[in-house]
Every structure is written in structure tokens, then in C-alpha cells.
């Protein structure tokens, strides 16, 4: 298996502009995290989805952050407009879930995006 | 609420020397932890769990964990360390639906020669 796959690996940009991080989990992975890491804050969960709906986005900054997931292999992170403060690695997660399932639902990492917001 | 404690922001050991990471953690109901390692520009990589069973997990790179209930913790120990395991290392424990998992804010581990 490929693994978590993310792109692009960096990104710089200007502040005002509109940043699309993607993300590619796990085949047959149905759970999908994006994560934010900084210095500063550690890591930050900001939004995960299961089977494609959003379940908890109380980790998205502000209404400048948006995250989709159109279909099971496939999700988007989308800053607009971006702010030097948005710079971080950001990850993206995958894992199984079942309710009610036995499976200890680890999650495996993508390499990040590393945003830099000038 | 779920949540999970790394007591120690930096971890130095000598090589050879036997590590240890803490990790406390608070749960409703019964605990299922994990162990993540993250080496420099890299993403965080899964290094083992605690589902029930054995109080003591192996997982990779010849690490292991020693689950204890009464004291709520899940320390990571590798009895003899490398200059190559110095990295930053996350306790995390499930917390939810779908699968969300509660980190602790890492523990920087540096091995010395």
C-alpha cells in the first residue's frame, strides 16, 4: 500500500491567497483526519470525517479554513484567504473505524505539506 | 473528557542506556493508548497499542510499553537505546466516534553516543 498520501509537500505562498492542501488516505480506510503542527501549539487536530461526513470541525481556526471530503479517497483543506500565521506542517490521517467493531483504529500519517504563508 | 499527559518535554539518554517516556491519561470506560514516533520532517509513524491483554505491548524498533491501570499511565521503554531513536515521541488514546484519537503535546527524545 502507498500509504497517506498528501500533496503538495511544500507550499509557499503570499498572504491573501487561496491555499488547497490534498490528501489521499488509506484504500479502504474510512475515517480521515487533518491535523496542524507548530512550534508553538503542537499538534492540532482541526477536522476528521467518517464514511465521508464531517463528525467534529471544533478545531478549524476560523471561517478562513474549509475541509471536504467529496468521496472516499480523496479530501481537501482549503485557507482562503491565508495569513502568515496559517504557516505549519500540516497532516493528514487515516484509519478504519466500526462502530461497535474491534479494531483498535491506530491511525497512519501522510509526510505533511509544509506551508509557508509570506 | 478523555485526555492524555506527556510530564517531560525533553528525554536525554546515553546510548546504551535504557529510555523510558511517561504517559498518563484520563478516560471514561476502558483505554485504548497508543505510541507514535515523529523523526525530524517526517510524519508521525505508529509504533504500538494497548487494547486489552497483556500490560506489557511490543511494538517496532524493539520498543515496548508497560500499561498500568491503577496508575493510569502507559510509559514507552526500550531497554537499550539508540543514537537512531532520538526523535519526538506522542502518547495518544482514543476518544470518540470515528475513531479520533487525543495526543499528548511529544516528548523529545535525544540519545547520545
Known amino acids: 500500500d502507498a500509504g497517506v498520501i498528501q500533496s503538495p509537500r511544500h507550499e509557499v505562498t503570499e498572504m491573501g491567497q487561496e491555499v488547497t492542501l490534498r490528501c489521499k488516505p488509506i484504500?479502504?480506510?474510512?475515517?480521515l483526519f487533518w491535523y496542524r503542527q507548530t512550534m508553538m501549539r503542537g499538534l492540532e487536530l482541526l477536522i476528521y470525517f467518517n464514511n465521508n461526513v464531517p463528525i467534529d470541525d471544533s478545531g478549524m481556526p476560523e471561517d478562513r479554513f474549509s475541509a471536504k471530503m467529496p468521496n472516499a479517497s480523496f479530501s481537501t483543506l482549503k485557507i482562503q484567504p491565508s495569513e502568515p500565521r496559517d504557516s505549519a506542517v500540516y497532516f493528514c490521517a487515516s484509519s478504519f473505524y466500526s462502530l461497535g467493531g474491534s479494531q483498535s483504529y491506530e491511525q497512519y500519517f501522510g509526510p505533511g505539506t509544509r506551508l509557508t504563508v509570506t | 473528557a478523555q485526555s492524555v499527559a506527556q510530564p517531560e518535554d525533553q528525554v536525554n539518554v546515553a546510548e546504551g542506556n535504557p529510555l523510558t517516556v511517561k504517559c498518563t491519561y484520563s478516560?471514561?470506560?476502558?483505554?485504548?493508548l497508543f505510541w507514535y514516533v515523529q523523526y525530524p520532517n517526517r510524519g508521525l509513524q505508529f509504533l504500538l497499542k494497548?487494547?486489552?491483554?497483556?500490560?506489557l505491548v511490543k511494538g517496532s524498533y524493539g520498543f515496548e510499553a508497560e500499561f498500568n491501570k491503577s496508575q493510569t499511565s502507559f510509559h514507552l521503554k526500550k531497554p537499550s537505546a539508540l543514537v537512531s531513536d532520538s526523535a519526538l515521541y506522542f502518547c495518544a488514546v482514543r476518544s470518540g466516534r470515528g475513531g479520533k484519537l487525543i495526543f499528548g503535546q511529544g516528548t523529545e527524545l535525544s540519545v547520545k553516543p
Open positions: 494497548y487494547i486489552t491483554g497483556d500490560n
Open positions: 478516560v471514561s470506560g476502558n483505554p485504548y
Open positions: 484504500s479502504g480506510h474510512n475515517s
